[in-house]
Structures are given as structure tokens and as C-alpha cells.
């Protein structure tokens, strides 16, 4: 088992441009959560797919786009780039749990370190 | 809400005991924790439901106080392999987790 996998691992864009992050789940896994996360700061959370819909969304601008194919990986698109956008951005998959809230353990990705010039 | 973590810091010698405790000001279904050591991804620890099923590995104790909406994360004999930064997310009725900032750990020989 892969765990999960992430694409590219560096990026350097300027300003004004678009990214494209890729990730894959861990194996039977149905649901994928992005984080972004600064230095010496927790992740925060970006959004979240299951089904391929956006189920979930942090307080991110719309500048900020997902989709989840049928084979349960994840793209994020980030359109218009800002210097505050240099992160890393943490993918992690889990399986969905019955009931409200996330009942099952997340396993993250190695991320990708997106650096904006 | 973010969550709140203290302390920010600690520093132990190799075997000695710490708890970290994670705070929220809002109702609580979940508690999340994760250890990240620099440069690599989170890795789970621990999870802690509301109505008391844990899940997690067996070396590691935390509790979760649904009434104060606080969790401690409990590290006994302390390991060189323990130092990092550990985080708490925290989670309510939906399927966001909210992590803390995070308390970071060294562990010296």
C-alpha cells in the first residue's frame, strides 16, 4: 500500500499564475481533505470531497478550487496566485464515517511546498 | 474556532512525563491528535469521539472532557523518537477539523 501520494513535491510559481496539486488516497479510502499549512503553524483545513462534491469548506476564497475524480483522487487548482500563498499543502484521506463528524483517522501526504515569487 | 494548545513548548529529559492539553470554545463531536516531525506529514495518534470511543495506539493516552471541551494528550517515558510538534484538531457535528498551532516537543538524551 502507497499510503498517500502527492504531486508535485516543490513548485515555484509567480504571481498572478495558476497551480494545479495532485494527490492520491490510501487505498479503500472514499474521502480526501486539503490543508494548507504555513510555517510553524497548523494546517488549516481547505475543503473537502466525498462523492466528488465539495462537502466541506474552510475560510478560504474561491480563488481556491478543488474536484475528486471517480477513482477517489483529488485536485486542488489555485488561480491568481499571491505571495501568501507560498505553503505547503497537505492532502489526507480517510474513510467516511457513519453518523456527524470524522470518526476514522486521517492519514496525510508528504505534501507539496508551493513557493510564490 | 481555533482550537487553543498549551504549552506552545517543552522541553524534557529522555523518560520523564508531559501532557499537552487543547482547549475549544465551541461544542465538541471529535478530538484529533497528530505528531509532525520537520520536513515530513503529520502522523496519526489518536482519536477521541464524544460518548468515549478512542481509537489510536496503544502507547499513547488522552483523554477528552466533553463538558469543558478540552483534551489532554498524555506522553509517559518520553523517547528520543517523541520529539516533534504535536497537533489537536477538533471537529463538531461536521466534517471539518480545525487543528491548534501546535506544542512542540524535545526530547533531550
Known amino acids: 500500500d502507497a499510503g498517500v501520494t502527492q504531486s508535485p513535491t516543490h513548485l515555484i510559481k509567480t504571481r498572478g499564475q495558476q497551480v494545479t496539486l495532485r494527490c492520491s488516497p490510501k487505498?479503500?479510502?472514499?474521502?480526501v481533505s486539503w490543508y494548507q499549512q504555513a510555517l510553524g503553524q497548523g494546517p488549516q483545513f481547505i475543503f473537502q470531497?466525498?462523492?466528488?462534491?465539495?462537502?466541506q469548506r474552510g475560510n478560504f476564497p474561491d480563488r481556491f478550487s478543488g474536484h475528486q475524480f471517480p477513482n477517489y483522487s483529488s485536485e486542488l487548482n489555485v488561480n491568481a496566485l499571491l505571495l501568501g500563498d507560498s505553503a505547503l499543502y497537505l492532502c489526507?484521506?480517510?474513510?467516511?464515517?457513519?453518523?456527524?463528524?470524522?470518526?476514522?483517522?486521517?492519514?496525510f501526504g508528504p505534501g507539496t511546498r508551493l513557493t510564490v515569487l | 474556532q481555533q482550537p487553543v494548545q498549551s504549552p506552545q513548548a517543552v522541553i524534557l529529559r529522555e523518560g520523564e512525563d508531559a501532557v499537552i492539553n487543547c482547549s475549544s470554545s465551541?461544542?465538541?463531536?471529535?478530538v484529533h491528535w497528530y505528531r509532525q516531525k520537520h520536513g515530513e506529514a503529520p502522523v496519526f495518534l489518536m482519536i477521541?469521539?464524544?460518548?468515549?470511543e478512542q481509537k489510536g495506539h496503544e502507547k499513547i493516552s488522552a483523554s477528552f472532557n466533553e463538558k469543558k471541551q478540552q483534551s489532554s494528550l498524555y506522553l509517559t517515558a518520553s523517547q528520543l523518537s517523541y520529539s516533534g510538534t504535536y497537533f489537536c484538531?477538533?471537529?463538531?457535528?461536521?466534517?471539518?477539523?480545525?487543528f491548534g498551532k501546535g506544542t512542540r516537543l524535545h526530547i533531550l538524551p
Open positions: 489526507a484521506s480517510s474513510l467516511k464515517g457513519r453518523g456527524g463528524g470524522p470518526r476514522n483517522e486521517q492519514f
Open positions: 487505498s479503500g479510502h472514499d474521502t
Open positions: 470531497y466525498y462523492e466528488e462534491e465539495e462537502r
Open positions: 465551541k461544542a465538541l463531536y471529535s
Open positions: 477521541l469521539l464524544k460518548g468515549g
Open positions: 484538531g477538533t471537529a463538531g457535528g461536521d466534517d471539518k477539523i480545525i
